[in-house]
């Protein structure tokens, strides 16, 4: 699929605010649902944070304590609710809290994209990366880039206006968002 | 309610509770009850699936209503009790996470171009549009990238569908547009991606020109006969299973031995008891030359089913009814256990993984076509 130059068929952002800054306003504005583990991708999101380094805004994350936990069933189900594209982070290997998480990750993860594959769903759309808790840099440029790959591929096909709302996360929630809005 | 009890003929249960005693689930001590459920529809009591678990436990394989002598349908009521839940956003505690129904319902939303015909090769002939006879491959392509750790190629069951097909002289459809048919989703109570998937595939044999479809899934079968009757409009085609097509085109068959020779049959409950065909894949298996087909304790209507259809549920007693089955199945002394769906395949082979049992209920498992297709001359 070719960049959609068409104006988002989104409804309006919550986050008007994040919505109209210059960054954002390109094309439309993916969603994106980041799988962090509890100690280096999400940390390291917090990192990106308290360092204060800008990165864009779109995304969801959604912390596990491991890696490993991330089976197919959770990026499916993101992708079934309209999810734009899914991104799936751990530590990186031989860092794994509890030793051999994120091979079982890649297990999964394998597994995932062949499932994702035969639906036709863009491989683009979904990826697996390794941040650790001191990369806050590299977890903004992932996101970076991340987010551009998947605007060019443009909306999810299942993305429809209702399943986006199911997977709004509560505003106190969204604390990984600070980097805009610091 | 009262529509539901005169629908399903609840009203006719005259309490022996001959379901309850054979039911597999509750055989192995799991407190599914079909009586109480239908008692309970009859007395007029709305089943609260928020606090009544075992409406999620049953695995709709009919046992029940095989002996029922009241002709009460217990699936039926199950699966309009299960829409019930559903339409109240009670959704049942999936197996794999649910990702197997999240597939579903993608492909229910559609819009997207699958890549499910990668197993075809060129030595198949087969026509991606039109044709007389629509081969409905099912989701095996899914079910093989979804459990690689079974070592197992659903499949190639389906790849042997086309041989048998064209050794027959057929040249099947084979779309690249087909989507699940929708059983588990139907089985589950999501009438409303059933819907869509239904009217999508429907069009889509329309379009075809088919008069038949075949299909080697069980499950398919049983939703193309059955389920999706109400959708056809004006001509209906003839959907038969690839093993009553077998049974059909018999004397076209030409076989020889292919170093088989004692094997089990596993009746899918889809094919046995929802449809009512156990000969035909027999007939047919006993044909191949130097294949002894041995029964096992517990065949045709009363056979045993793999605990796992429609993706609904497992637990320890779906895990108990699976170790019995391929008890009975080592007993018999066979060397390949024959089914003719392919989740019969999946979840026996999942049972065969149990560490406590392994060796001892470990067998040899090939999709009835698998079996077929080897004997073609």
């Given at each position: 699929?070719?960049?959609?130059?068409s104006?988002?068929?989104?409804?309006?952002?919550k986050?008007?605010?994040?919505a109209?800054?210059?960054?954002?306003?390109?094309?439309?504005?993916?969603?994106?649902?980041?799988?962090a583990?509890?100690?280096?991708s999400?940390?390291?999101?917090?990192?990106?944070?308290?360092?204060?380094?800008?990165h864009?805004?779109?995304?969801?994350?959604?912390?596990?304590m491991?890696s490993g936990?991330?089976?197919?069933?959770?990026?499916?189900?993101?992708?079934?609710?309209?999810?734009?594209?899914?991104?799936?982070?751990?530590?990186?290997?031989?860092d794994?809290?509890?030793?051999?998480?994120n091979?079982?990750?890649?297990?999964?993860?394998?597994?995932?994209?062949?499932?994702?594959?035969?639906?036709?769903?863009?491989?683009?759309?979904?990826?697996l990366?390794?941040?650790?808790?001191?990369?806050?840099?590299?977890?903004?440029e992932?996101?970076?880039?991340f987010?551009?790959?998947?605007?060019v591929?443009?909306?999810?096909p299942?993305a429809?206006?209702?399943?986006?709302?199911?997977?709004?996360?509560?505003?106190?929630?969204?604390?990984?968002?600070?980097?805009?809005?610091? | 309610?009262?529509?539901?009890?005169?629908?399903?003929?609840?009203?006719?249960?005259?309490?022996c509770?001959?379901?309850?005693?054979?039911?597999?689930?509750?055989?192995?001590?799991?407190?599914?009850?079909?009586?109480?459920?239908?008692?309970s529809?009859?007395?007029?009591?709305?089943?609260?699936?928020?606090?009544?678990?075992?409406?999620f436990?049953c695995?709709?394989?009919?046992?029940?209503?095989?002996r029922c002598?009241?002709?009460?349908?217990?699936?039926?009521?199950?699966?309009?009790?299960?829409?019930?839940a559903?339409d109240?956003?009670?959704?049942?505690?999936?197996?794999?996470?649910?990702a197997?129904?999240?597939?579903?319902?993608?492909?229910?939303?559609?819009?997207?171009?699958?890549?499910?015909?990668?197993?075809?090769?060129?030595?198949?002939k087969?026509?991606?549009?039109?044709?007389?006879?629509?081969?409905?491959?099912g989701c095996?392509?899914?079910y093989?990238?979804?459990?690689?750790?079974?070592?197992?190629?659903?499949?190639?069951?389906?790849?042997?569908?086309v041989?048998i097909l064209?050794?027959?002289?057929?040249?099947p459809?084979?779309?690249?547009?087909?989507?699940?048919c929708?059983?588990?989703l139907?089985?589950?109570g999501?009438?409303?991606?059933?819907?869509?998937?239904?009217?999508h595939?429907?069009e889509?044999?329309?379009?075809?020109?088919?008069?038949?479809?075949?299909t080697?899934?069980a499950?398919?079968?049983r939703?193309?006969?059955?389920?999706?009757?109400?959708?056809?409009?004006?001509?209906?085609?003839?959907?038969?299973?690839?093993?009553?097509l077998?049974?059909?085109r018999?004397?076209?068959?030409?076989?020889?031995?292919?170093g088989?020779?004692?094997?089990?049959?596993q009746?899918?409950?889809?094919?046995?008891?929802?449809?009512?065909?156990h000969?035909?894949p027999?007939?047919?298996?006993?044909?191949?030359?130097?294949?002894?087909?041995?029964?096992?304790?517990?065949?045709?209507h009363g056979a045993?089913?793999?605990?796992?259809?429609t993706?609904?549920?497992?637990?320890?007693?779906?895990?108990?009814?699976?170790?019995?089955?391929?008890?009975e199945?080592?007993?018999?002394?066979?060397?390949?256990l024959?089914?003719?769906?392919?989740?019969?395949?999946i979840?026996?082979?999942?049972?065969?993984?149990?560490?406590?049992?392994?060796?001892?209920?470990?067998?040899?498992?090939?999709?009835?076509a698998?079996?077929?297709?080897?004997?073609?001359?």
């Amino acid at each position: 699929m070719t960049a959609d130059p068409s104006p988002s068929p989104r409804p309006a952002q919550k986050k008007k605010k994040a919505a109209t800054r210059k960054a954002a306003k390109t094309a439309f504005d993916p969603r994106i649902v980041v799988f962090a583990c509890n100690w280096c991708s999400y940390a390291g999101a917090d990192t990106a944070g308290v360092s204060r380094i800008q990165h864009q805004p779109h995304f969801r994350m959604i912390r596990v304590m491991c890696s490993g936990r991330i089976q197919p069933a959770f990026v499916l189900r993101a992708f079934e609710k309209g999810a734009d594209g899914v991104l799936v982070s751990g530590c990186h290997f031989g860092d794994c809290h509890y030793i051999f998480g994120n091979e079982r990750a890649v297990e999964q993860f394998e597994k995932t994209m062949n499932v994702v594959k035969l639906l036709g769903i863009e491989e683009g759309r979904l990826r697996l990366e390794w941040i650790s808790a001191a990369e806050g840099a590299r977890f903004a440029e992932v996101i970076d880039e991340f987010t551009d790959q998947v605007r060019v591929l443009g909306p999810s096909p299942f993305a429809t206006s209702d399943a986006i709302e199911e997977i709004e996360v509560p505003e106190t929630e969204t604390e990984t968002g600070k980097g805009m809005e610091a | 309610m009262q529509q539901l009890v005169r629908d399903t003929n609840a009203w006719a249960c005259y309490d022996c509770g001959k379901c309850t005693a054979t039911c597999p689930v509750a055989r192995v001590g799991g407190s599914l009850s079909p009586r109480r459920h239908v008692l309970s529809a009859n007395l007029g009591e709305e089943t609260d699936p928020g606090r009544d678990d075992t409406l999620f436990t049953c695995l709709t394989c009919g046992l029940c209503e095989s002996r029922c002598p009241a002709e009460v349908s217990y699936t039926g009521l199950v699966r309009r009790l299960r829409e019930a839940a559903f339409d109240a956003k009670i959704e049942p505690e999936c197996p794999h996470g649910g990702a197997l129904q999240s597939v579903m319902r993608m492909m229910a939303k559609g819009g997207t171009q699958q890549d499910r015909l990668g197993w075809l090769t060129e030595d198949l002939k087969t026509d991606p549009k039109e044709g007389e006879v629509f081969l409905w491959t099912g989701c095996t392509g899914y079910y093989d990238a979804f459990f690689p750790e079974f070592d197992m190629k659903t499949v190639e069951g389906t790849k042997a569908t086309v041989r048998i097909l064209n050794h027959l002289g057929i040249t099947p459809v084979v779309s690249p547009e087909e989507r699940c048919c929708g059983h588990d989703l139907l089985w589950n109570g999501d009438r409303q991606s059933f819907d869509a998937l239904a009217r999508h595939n429907v069009e889509l044999v329309r379009s075809s020109e088919a008069w038949m479809v075949v299909t080697p899934c069980a499950e398919c079968a049983r939703t193309w006969k059955i389920d999706y009757e109400p959708y056809f409009e004006g001509r209906i085609p003839q959907v038969v299973h690839l093993t009553e097509l077998l049974e059909e085109r018999f004397d076209d068959l030409r076989l020889k031995a292919n170093g088989m020779n004692r094997v089990t049959y596993q009746d899918p409950c889809r094919l046995c008891r929802h449809m009512g065909v156990h000969d035909a894949p027999r007939k047919v298996l006993e044909a191949i030359p130097g294949i002894e087909l041995e029964e096992m304790k517990s065949n045709r209507h009363g056979a045993a089913c793999c605990a796992g259809g429609t993706w609904g549920n497992c637990d320890r007693f779906a895990k108990r009814i699976q170790i019995d089955r391929l008890r009975e199945a080592r007993a018999t002394e066979a060397e390949v256990l024959v089914t003719a769906c392919p989740k019969c395949q999946i979840h026996f082979r999942c049972a065969m993984k149990d560490p406590n049992f392994g060796s001892e209920i470990s067998i040899e498992m090939l999709d009835v076509a698998e079996v077929v297709a080897s004997a073609l001359v």
